[in-house]
């Protein structure tokens, strides 16, 4: 499966941004499509994913009550809705899936062979 991410931006604190992601060659029906960042000098860090089969959903607490995973399943996309964004933000925003994915695992970059190029996003204070 190929995954196209876009939507990243400049924005100010406290500013929204939607990122979407979507993936071709494969439908994500049985796959876990997640959210990872990374931001300079750091390493890559989950985000959000999203259980297409059950439409559950996780999150890193970083970013819990301002983040929303949300999926379109007519369009094969996964969106990451953000608001409230602060600076430490900041970050190229990975998507990512795959259909090995375990839900001891979600959170594991490891986990996914499959991503998107990434898009940046950068918060101003």
């Known amino acids: 499966v190929q995954l196209q991410a876009s939507g990243g931006g400049l924005v100010q604190a406290g500013g929204s941004l939607r990122l979407s992601c979507t993936g071709s060659?494969?439908?994500?029906?049985?796959?876990?499509t997640a959210w990872f960042r990374q931001a300079p000098g750091k390493e890559r860090e989950f985000v959000a994913v999203l259980r297409w089969s059950s439409g559950r959903t996780y999150y890193a607490d970083s970013v819990k009550g301002r983040f929303t995973i949300s999926r379109d399943s007519a369009k094969n996309t996964v969106y990451l809705q953000m608001n409230g964004l602060e600076p430490e933000d900041t970050a190229v925003y990975y998507c990512?899936?795959?259909?090995?994915?375990?839900?001891?695992?979600?959170?594991?970059?490891?986990?996914?062979?499959?991503w998107g190029q990434g898009t940046q996003v950068t918060v101003s204070s």
């Open positions: 990512a899936a795959d259909r090995s994915v375990i839900l001891t695992t979600y959170h594991y970059v490891s986990a996914y062979n499959y």
């Open positions: 060659g494969r439908s994500f029906s049985n796959h876990y």
